[in-house]
């Protein structure tokens, strides 16, 4: 039985980070038993905290929720795991268009607490919830980290641990 999480909106940041199939190979990341890793961070690192809940998101035509998890570093400059790099994660043209994925970047240590690789919250189906369909992944999906909104961590719960 899964329970919720005990981190509320009010003491923490709720994020979505975004993992893009055409870059990530990230199914095969999550299906590993490696459940600590550095997401790079490329957008509000002023505001992501150690202790703030993460929701998985990956692009592509199955775009949804993953996974959750918590940050588990503030974020700072720090390598790549180089566990990504051996396994091949990156795709090679991605490593080859962005190298500084293979490169000391701001990054935070993530951690997945809940893994949903058979039954993720999918993006068509979010997309029709009246409060979710404003996720700002889903309004401006260009980018790696997205910010929840309180009123969307609440229903998104719902769905997450009902």
Known sequence: ??????????????WIFQASIKNYKFLDAL???KNTIAWRVTRFGNY????????????GPSAGIYAVGS???DPAVMDPDPWEEVKNYYTTEYARECPDVLTPSVRALVTYSK????????????????TLKNLSVIKQPQGTNFKVTTEQWLALKKLLYS
Not at 1 to 14: A, C, H, K, L, N
Not at 48 to 59: A, E, H, Q
Not at 115 to 130: R, T
Request: charged share 25%.
């Open 1 to 14: 039985m899964t329970t919720t999480p005990s981190i509320t909106v009010e003491s923490s940041g709720v």
């Open 31 to 33: 299906r590993t038993g």
């Open 48 to 59: 992501i905290r150690k202790g703030d809940t993460v929701l998985f998101w990956m692009s």
């Open 71 to 73: 940050v588990a570093s």
């Open 115 to 130: 893994k949903m690789i058979d039954d993720p919250l999918l993006k068509d189906d979010l997309k029709h919830h009246p």
